[in-house]
Nanobody
Framework: QVQLVESGGGLVQIGGALRLSCVFS????????MRWYRQAPGKEREFVAG????????WYADSMKGRFTISRDNAKATVYLQMNSLKPEDTAVYYC??????WGKGTLVTVSS
């Protein structure tokens, strides 16, 4: 059974940075494309970033390009999301997804002045 556990969320000031981590267990991590999603209060869950199985291909939602970087370490079965230049509108619960069916419980990011 696949388990995903996110960490690294918290309270950060406008313009600050955070790095989220998601640890994968239960199956072979390198068999899965991985994605990050987020859900802001009162809004639908939205795609943030994705990375392919080997890590050489990444893709982003337009509003995150240039600020967020997804990466993975297959030896550690972990996917990361480096978030820079954070804005209040980045406030959300961030979820890790192992494509297509597996989800973590999320980690809350709050960007405040």
């Amino acid at each position: 059974q696949v388990q995903l556990v996110e960490s690294g969320g918290g309270l950060v000031q406008i313009g600050g940075a955070l790095r989220l981590s998601c640890v994968f267990s239960g199956r072979t991590f390198s068999n899965y494309d991985m994605r990050w999603y987020r859900q802001a209060p009162g809004k639908e869950r939205e795609f943030v970033a994705g990375i392919n199985r080997s890590g050489w291909a990444t893709w982003y939602a337009d509003s995150m390009k240039g600020r967020f970087t997804i990466s993975r370490d297959n030896a550690k079965a972990t996917v990361y999301l480096q978030m820079n230049s954070l804005k209040p509108e980045d406030t959300a619960v961030y979820y890790c997804n192992a494509d297509p069916d597996y989800w973590g419980k999320g980690t809350l990011v709050t960007v405040s002045s």
